[in-house]
Every structure is written in C-alpha cells, then in structure tokens.
C-alpha cells in the first residue's frame, strides 16, 4: 500500500499561485494513476485533476481546467498541483490520492489510497 504525504497548502490572494506537492511511499509509484481531490467547509469531497501511470495523460475538472496543470515525476515519486488564477472558491483540503486502476477516473470510490490533507485559502 502507497501512503501519500502533501505539502504546499498556504494562504494566497486570489489571482496568485501555489503548487502542491504530494511524496508517495511503500509502493510502486508508477503502477499507480494519481489525483488530487478537494473538499470545502461543508461539502463533498470532489475531484479536481487526475495523470495516468506515465503521466502521459491528464484530465481535469471543468472549474479548473485551464487553471491548474497536475504533473509527475516518477524518478521522485512525487505528483505535483500547479494551481494559477486562483479563486476564493478554490478554496478548501486539497487531497491527493492513489488508484490501482490502469485508467484515469474521476470516480473516488476508485482511489483506496489518501494523504492527509493540506488547506489551501484564497482570499479575495
């Protein structure tokens, strides 16, 4: 099992830019398709951007496409957040996340593996 650590989260104005970082461990890194969720203050936990194994292939959610690029470096076995253009509603815990699958999706049910969170606060 791959355990998942974040970092990055902060406070920044909107229109700024932050990049999230998110080191696996205990697993095979590449074998895994990566995500980063996120849930505000009384709401879902809801997707925001997805890489495949290679990282060949990205998708994103439409409230951040555009905005936000998810890359990875597998030699590091890290999965990076490139956050820009940032908006008080992108305000929330950022969550990385892993799955087994060997396609992306957006579905949380799919991912077993979470980190703990990192807050990420967009002031206006």
């Known amino acids: 099992q791959v355990q998942l650590v974040e970092s990055g989260g902060g406070l920044v104005q909107a229109g700024g830019s932050l990049r999230l970082s998110c080191a696996a461990s205990?697993?095979?890194?590449?074998?895994?398709?990566m995500a980063w969720f996120r849930q505000a203050p009384g709401k879902e936990r809801d997707f925001v951007a997805a890489?495949?194994?290679?990282?060949?292939?990205?998708y994103y959610a439409a409230s951040v496409k555009g905005r936000f690029t998810i890359s990875r470096d597998n030699a590091k076995n890290t999965v990076y957040l490139q956050m820009n253009s940032l908006k008080p509603e992108d305000t929330a815990v950022y969550y990385c996340?892993?799955?087994?699958?060997?396609?992306?999706?957006?579905?949380?049910?799919?991912?077993?593996?979470w980190g703990q969170g990192t807050q990420v606060t967009v002031s206006s």
């Open positions: 890489a495949s194994w290679t990282g060949g292939a990205t």
């Open positions: 205990g697993g095979t890194f590449s074998n895994y398709v």
């Open positions: 996340a892993a799955s087994r699958r060997t396609t992306i999706t957006d579905r949380l049910s799919e991912y077993y593996n």
